[in-house]
Nanobody, 114 residues
Framework: QVQLVESGGGLVQAGGSLRLSCAAS????????MGWYRQAPGKQREWVAT???????NYADSVKGRFTISRDNAKNTVYLQMNSLKPEDTAVYYC????????WGQGTQVTVSS
C-alpha cells in the first residue's frame, strides 16, 4: 500500500513563505512525474506545478516566479517552495505521484492572511 504524507502547511502573512513536503512510502514502483494541486473553498481543484522524473518543471501562470517545485528521488519526496504568498494562494494543497497508478496525498491547509 502506498501512502503520501504531506507537511509544511500553515498560516502565514501575505508576502511570506512556506515549504510543503510530500513523502511517498510503501510499495511504489518507478515514480514518474510528481506534482502539486490546490483547492480553494468553493472552487475546483487546480493544477499548480509538476516535475518530471528528469527534473523538468512546469508551473501554473498564477504561481510562476513565486513557487518552486523540486524532488528528492532517493527519498521519494516532492517539495513546493512558496514565496511571496498572496491571500489568493489560500487553499488545501494536494500532492500527487504518478507511478503505475496516480496517488494523492491527504492535503495540507495553507492560509495566507492579508
Amino acid at each position: 500500500q502506498v501512502q503520501l504524507v504531506e507537511s509544511g502547511g500553515g498560516l502565514v502573512q501575505a508576502g511570506g513563505s512556506l515549504r510543503l513536503s510530500c513523502a511517498a512510502s510503501g510499495s511504489i514502483f518507478s515514480i514518474n512525474a510528481m506534482g502539486w494541486y490546490r483547492q480553494a473553498p468553493g472552487k475546483q481543484r487546480e493544477w499548480v506545478a509538476t516535475i518530471t522524473s528528469g527534473g523538468s518543471t512546469n508551473y501554473a501562470d498564477s504561481v510562476k516566479g513565486r513557487f518552486t517545485i523540486s524532488r528528492d528521488n532517493a527519498k521519494n519526496t516532492v517539495y513546493l517552495q512558496m514565496n511571496s504568498l498572496k491571500p489568493e494562494d489560500t487553499a488545501v494543497y494536494y500532492c500527487n505521484v504518478e507511478s503505475l497508478v496516480l496517488y494523492w496525498g491527504q492535503g495540507t491547509q495553507v492560509t495566507v492572511s492579508s
